[in-house]
């Protein structure tokens, strides 16, 4: 989950490393484990979260994502209170959050085994997880999740993507807040990306980009937007042309 590490790890020594490392998994394992989730394995510096298993949860997608925005809150406030451990960097992470059906068991070899996620379900969250680096952007939520989380977040839609290895299109939300703490400048902000959005699928390029430039110096996604907007406004598009961004990375 955090991005960054790898960087650390070339300048910090292993009894330097560790600690810090251990401090982040520990912060976000306890968040997640107080939303009703748990923790299927860490992978590195990254953590394998599920939520709704082994028992089911019928608020499961709304806490997972209210963790997610805790996870983005507290490493926030880690890289706020300038821990001598990151020597002057900052952590970033990338949190993917998908609902669906998966098989959730005991699985593994006559060995040794352990209780897992595997199936389409997983595998989707996983690609949500890395295409925050195409946007900017520290969470993304596909419409399952979003849907079933509700109105107790405040939402904006970012994009249509179709992932690597999938046909599937999927329509992708970032959430900024929990509506009973949304700001002002939240839903303004929201708005302009909106109205941006509408204007892109009309083809109304030219004007997409100009509901785009209004925040895109400080919103990674409407800034990548703005630029994509502004090509396809020179550009003679195909009549099939569909606004979907499918995307070539994992």
Not at 40 to 64: H, S, T
Not at 121 to 146: C, D, F, M, P, Q
Not at 164 to 183: F, H, M, N
Request: charged share 20%; aromatic share 6%.
């Amino acid at each position: 989950m955090p991005t960054g590490a790898n960087a650390l790890a070339e300048v910090l020594q292993p009894h330097e490393l560790v600690p810090l490392m251990n401090e982040y998994l520990t912060a976000m394992t306890d968040i997640i484990m107080q939303h009703g989730g748990f923790v299927d394995k860490y992978i590195g510096d990254a953590i394998d979260g599920v939520f709704g298993a082994p028992l089911d949860d019928p608020e499961q997608a709304l806490n997972a994502v209210k963790a997610a925005l805790r996870c983005q809150q507290k490493l926030a406030d880690m890289n706020a209170a300038g821990l001598p451990a990151l020597r002057g960097q900052t952590l970033n992470q990338r949190i993917g959050l998908h609902t669906g059906e998966a098989i959730v068991g005991n699985i593994g070899s006559q060995q040794r085994f352990n209780y897992t996620v595997m199936g389409d379900a997983a595998n989707l969250a996983s690609r949500l997880e890395g295409a925050n680096k195409v946007y900017g952007t520290t969470i993304l939520v596909s419409e399952a999740t979003a849907s079933r989380a509700g109105s107790g977040i405040c939402w904006r839609e970012l994009d249509i993507i179709q992932v690597v290895g999938k046909l599937e299109q999927v329509r992708i939300y970032e959430p900024l807040a929990v509506s009973s703490d949304r700001t002002e400048q939240q839903t303004t902000f929201a708005a302009a990306y909106a109205e941006g959005l509408a204007r892109w699928r009309r083809r109304d390029f030219a004007g997409a980009a100009e509901s785009f430039d209004r925040f895109s110096d400080c919103d990674p996604p409407a800034r990548l937007f703005r630029e994509r907007a502004r090509r396809l406004s020179i550009t003679s598009l195909p009549n099939a042309w569909v606004a979907v961004n499918v995307l070539e990375t994992k």
